[in-house]
């Protein structure tokens, strides 16, 4: 008897899912594609880009997480189509290759609102080059301000101003991030430069922050993030964004560095089926996360628009792309025997949590909130556990304990720049002594 032949696009949380509910499965081959070779944590990432983790510390390697999986192969390509009527999806390399049962766990990308010329300026956080690009950017900036502070004062404004645009849970762990990092190290190991100098402003267009949790969760992050000095802006639109400046609401701010954390646009799963995606491009689902009329083809995690109870969207968050996950091998088990799942598809939420910095945190259970030490105790608690192996979980726990009790980075690396540091807008030369 043929085995049956499963695809999976995606090795984030979802397509792991996926793929490790299957692995009992004798009469099942595998294939799991993905771009990259590693799966990343992105719930962590953010802390790659402020010095708090190094890369390798929230990523493995696919091929290392399934090397136990018999029923398993894992191949470095990227989709660029799918053909539902043959049953194909169309890879980079040239490779047609055929399924039975396909799943897309894509996730999703920045969205700037049409405005992808932005993209250069004010880079997101999405990948592990996104991360350390944007470290670079701040760690650069900073020792661009200690060489230059006291040369250039007519610059001192820009050289320690850091924009994040976007006020969601990536925004204000960004914020609190950038603001610890660089008040820390500009007073503990800079000469020129403390930690008065620095600028941290955070800008969401919406009337609150963390506009998915609880007013008062809101006004409580909000506060948390002040106390930092960290400037929230609310109500205000970014409507310009170049090289060296922002503008919001109408008032152009000389930055540093600018960071993205506003949007984000779902892979291009919809046009490869064909089919009408949401505003945001993802595919909509049914209970059962197939496609209409393609039962055969499953979409879930920030790919797939799926109605929860109430008729409100699924949110794309990890703990709900692991549950797609495991209900898809059910269902794909559920087939194979001959009985398939009638039950649709029910996210159940543990909660939501958002980190602001150093024993700072909310977290909102539906029942009951938390906030302050011990919503940052649970989200601690909560992003080990969500780490891929035992092995990121006891290193990410022991640089945290080490960072709780030294305040320090040790993931400070610039790369990348062959030892040029950039301009940042500014052209006058440096006035030596004579």
């Known amino acids: 008897m043929a085995k049956r032949h499963i695809v999976v696009i995606g090795a984030g949380f979802g397509g792991l899912a996926v793929a490790r509910g299957l692995r009992h499965a004798r009469d099942v081959e595998l294939t799991i594609i993905d771009k990259q070779n590693h799966h990343l944590f992105q719930p962590l990432l953010y802390q790659v880009a402020t010095a708090a983790l190094s890369p390798a510390e929230i990523a493995a390697p696919v091929r290392t997480i399934l090397r136990h999986q018999r029923n398993a192969r894992v191949l470095l390509d990227e989709v660029v189509g799918v053909d ?53 950017q701040i760690l650069r900036a900073l020792e661009r301000a200690e060489t230059e502070r006291q040369q250039m004062p007519e610059t001192r404004g820009q050289q320690l101003t850091f924009v994040v645009i976007g006020g969601g849970p990536t925004g204000v762990e960004m914020a609190g991030a950038i603001a610890e990092l660089t008040r820390h190290a500009a007073d503990l190991e800079f000469r020129y430069i403390t930690g008065a100098c620095v600028r941290v402003l955070l800008v969401e267009a919406g009337p609150r922050l963390l506009a998915s949790f609880p007013e008062a969760l809101s006004a409580k992050a909000k506060l948390a993030l002040e106390q930092l000095g960290v400037e929230v802006r609310l109500g205000a639109a970014v409507t310009a964004i170049d090289a060296d400046s922002v503008t919001v609401a109408g008032q152009r701010v000389p930055v540093a560095a600018t960071i993205w954390a506003a949007g984000v646009q779902a892979s291009p799963a919809a046009r490869w089926l064909g089919v009408a995606g949401d505003r945001a491009g993802r595919v909509p689902v049914g209970p059962d996360l197939t496609v209409p009329d393609m039962p055969n083809i499953f979409v879930i995690g920030d790919t797939a628009m799926v109605t ?127």
């Open 84 to 136: 539902s009527d043959a049953r194909q999806v169309r890879l980079a390399s040239g490779i047609a290759l055929g399924y039975d049962e396909l799943v897309i766990a894509t996730g999703a990308r920045h969205s700037y609102f049409g405005r992808d010329d932005w993209a250069e300026h004010a880079p997101g956080i999405k990948t592990i080059d996104d991360a350390t690009r944007v470290r670079a």
């Open 308 to 434: 929860g109870e109430g008729g409100k969207p699924v949110p794309g968050v990890a703990p709900a792309a692991k549950q797609q996950g495991h209900y898809v091998a059910r269902a794909i088990l559920a087939r194979l025997r001959g009985q398939p799942l009638t039950a649709p598809f029910v996210y159940k939420n543990y909660g939501n949590l958002a980190t602001i910095g150093r024993q700072r945190a909310v977290a909102d259970f539906g029942w009951t909130t938390l906030s302050g030490y011990a919503a940052w105790f649970v989200w601690s608690t909560a992003h080990l556990y969500y780490l891929a192996d035992f092995r990121s979980r006891l290193i990410v726990g022991a640089q945290w304990m080490w960072s709780y009790l030294t305040f320090d980075r040790g993931a400070r690396l610039i790369t990348g720049i062959d030892g040029a540091m950039p301009k940042l807008g500014w052209t006058e030369p440096v006035k030596r002594a004579a």
